[in-house]
């Protein structure tokens, strides 16, 4: 206990003593049977979580991540990732100074390129996290084994002391590190001033990128400063027979100041504008979202007044079968099917919104209609369901189909990447802004 | 012993997470109880937290953190039931249920009521804090660590809940500091 400060401290402490210890026997047995009605995620999947699983509202909603599963992680290095930003200073020495906590601005998720370093090899994901007054790095999110645990504290302007605790180095070794931070403080760079333990400095010297999703339980960038950035889990070129696995920019995008990815899983990425990401919760939007949306390999539904969702087997999985099947959609009503060039694939693009004449609500309280849905090959879908994704109210929708080439196991691949609004006024604004974003995207 | 039944959970077995669970639950209950002042709610808190902690388990990366781990999860998931009751439309104000009557000479000199008053009015992060810090024993680094605030946050919201007791405790009544939220 520590010492209490004044009376109303004592007062408080003993106010807080009163009461039981003890839950009901009849709780702890409800609490563990609870348990065992739920599966374990893996340790790698962040499901997306932000709209219920719950068909009838999925397909009410404008946008709607039925089961997001399987995320991957990192990727191979990549040129000019980040923003540009210069530095702060890098002090030169060392200054002596009582050791100190880490200040707020370095207590984040840090995600670094993917390299190789001594006691982990083939590493596809790196992490750099701060817990329990720890700094730790984790190569391919392989649990319990984060290398060169360092107990870590601030020893002078801009200057870490890690002394290691466990995985990598003698317990005790010390090193020191400077630090520096772009301007919004999103990308660090750790700099090596000494080190008694050899090895770690190969796993901790470089450029970390603030991983700051507002859901916690996600692994995402959140708010971006202006620059090029990988995604961290959007597989676009994942063969439906394939298993998911760590994926570091499956696509890299390159965005103005004031934006953010709010998500980024396996099947999906999304991009918001910095205001719009503000008014979200950590649980994600509230009724529907303007932003930008990446899906992996869609397929065509075929349409009924009952919302279901079966896919279409005789539209072609291609950007033009897909556009083109959008566009004859009555429950729609669709601009012309244009070309379009990313990263030098070919694709299609279509405006949608509802028809006005269509009714049928999917159970909601508005009308509603299911677009698209993921396709399905032997590995099965990504989460426990296939995603499906709907339109609905006044919403607006553009879609763009990419042909983006063939997986690792030959099959041609599209990718769907849609720019949403509410409603046309927003649309109309929003879709010159969001277009070079997309126009950007370069996919792995 | 905690670190190898962390493992073994993570693998999927069950029989492990329960052993975990067991021995977890009345100290996360006794925490949760002290938060939310309300015995059910606390009930529900930590089923919650430990249905989270199966789902997760393998999201751990240091089985021996297993413990700050459950803290963690149960402190987000008292808030999770100050947001639901608040939305519920029948509530059992907390005054009503379990209230605690008075067992030592200090608590016989001051109102209960207005003790309870001052800490429900604080956000659950600060009650946490409270918590954690003056019936848990914890230091402030350890509850930073906790609930992924810098310790220099523990010490201000200390400094605002002890504000808040001292503005129960002594009358007249001073205009009672917004919590400061966040950082």
New interface residues.
């Given amino acids: 206990?520590?010492p209490p400060?004044?009376?109303?401290?004592?007062?408080?402490?003993?106010?807080?003593?009163?009461?039981?210890?003890?839950?009901?026997p009849e709780?702890?047995e409800?609490?563990?049977a609870?348990?065992?009605r739920?599966?374990?995620?893996?340790?790698w999947t962040y499901p997306e979580r932000w709209l219920p699983v719950n068909r009838a509202l999925i397909a009410a909603a404008a946008t709607v991540i039925v089961v997001v599963g399987a995320a991957a992680f990192f990727l191979r290095p990549v040129a000019n990732v980040g923003p540009p930003g210069s530095p702060t200073p890098i002090p030169t020495s060392l200054p002596s100074a009582t050791p100190g906590?880490?200040?707020?601005e370095l207590?984040k998720s840090w995600v670094g390129v993917p390299h190789d370093f001594p006691t982990r090899s083939n590493v596809q994901s790196l992490t750099l996290?701060y817990?329990?007054?720890q700094l730790?790095v984790?190569a391919n999110?392989?649990?319990?084994?984060?290398s060169f645990?360092s107990q870590a504290s601030v020893v002078g302007a801009n200057t870490l002391e890690l002394k290691a605790v466990s995985n990598g180095c003698g317990v005790g070794l010390m090193g020191h590190y400077t630090w520096s931070l772009s301007p919004g403080g999103t990308l660090l760079h750790l700099a090596l001033v000494d080190d008694a333990c050899a090895e770690r400095p190969a796993a901790f010297v470089g450029d970390w990128h603030a991983a700051n999703c507002k859901d916690?339980?996600d692994m995402c960038w959140g708010d971006l400063e202006a620059g090029t950035y990988p995604t961290l889990f959007y597989a676009p070129r994942l063969d439906p027979a394939a298993t998911p696995g760590p994926l570091y920019g499956g696509i890299t995008f390159t965005v103005p100041d004031g934006w953010a990815v709010a998500g980024d899983h396996t099947s999906d990425v999304r991009l918001l504008r910095t205001s719009d990401y503000a008014k979200e919760g950590p649980s994600g939007p509230v009724g529907q979202s303007t932003g930008i949306e990446g899906w992996i390999r869609p397929a065509a539904v075929m349409e009924t007044p009952m919302c279901a969702d079966a896919a279409d087997s005789k539209v072609e999985r291609t950007a033009s079968g897909l556009a083109t099947s959008l566009s004859k959609r009555s429950a729609l009503a669709a601009s012309a099917v244009h070309d379009i060039t990313i990263d030098g694939h070919a694709g299609k693009w279509v405006d949608v919104h509802l028809a006005t004449d269509w009714t049928s609500t999917c159970g909601g309280s508005e009308p509603a209609v299911v677009l698209i849905k993921e396709a399905v090959g032997g590995a099965g879908s990504v989460g426990d369901d296939p995603y499906v994704v709907g339109i609905s109210g006044q919403s607006r929708f553009r879609v763009v189909f990419v042909d983006i080439g063939k997986s690792d196991l030959g099959t041609s691949m599209t990718a769907m990447i849609l720019v949403t609004a509410p409603d046309q006024t927003t649309f109309d604004s929003f879709v010159n802004e969001a277009m070079p974003i997309v126009q950007s995207f370069h996919f792995k | 012993m905690i670190s190898d039944l962390v493992e073994r959970a993570q693998r999927g077995d069950h029989e492990a997470f329960d052993a975990l669970a067991t021995a977890a639950y009345h100290r996360l209950y006794a925490i949760a109880r002290r938060i939310l002042r309300d015995g059910y709610a606390a009930e529900d808190a930590v089923q919650e937290t430990l249905v989270g902690a199966w789902r997760n388990i393998r999201s751990l990366r240091e089985p021996e953190r297993f413990d700050a781990w459950l803290h963690r999860l149960l402190v987000r998931a008292c808030d999770d039931e100050v947001r639901r009751s608040r939305r519920r439309p029948m509530v059992v104000p907390a005054l009503m249920f379990d209230r605690p009557s008075p067992t030592d000479d200090i608590a016989t000199l001051v109102d209960q009521d207005e003790i309870e008053r001052a800490f429900l009015a604080l956000s659950v992060e600060h009650r946490a804090v409270l918590v954690l810090t003056h019936y848990v024993g914890l230091p402030a680094p350890e509850v930073a660590a906790i609930l992924g605030i810098p310790p220099g946050t523990v010490h201000s919201r200390l400094h605002y809940g002890a504000r808040a007791m001292r503005d129960a405790l002594m009358p007249p009544a001073v205009s009672f500091p917004t919590p400061e939220h966040g950082r």
């Fill in positions: 206990m520590n400060i004044d009376r109303s401290d004592s007062a408080l402490r003993a106010w807080l003593e009163q009461g039981p210890d003890h839950g009901r709780a702890i409800r609490a563990l609870a348990t065992r739920v599966p374990q995620r893996p340790g906590p880490l200040p707020p207590l996290g817990e329990f007054g730790s984790n999110f392989v649990y319990g084994q984060s645990t916690t339980t």
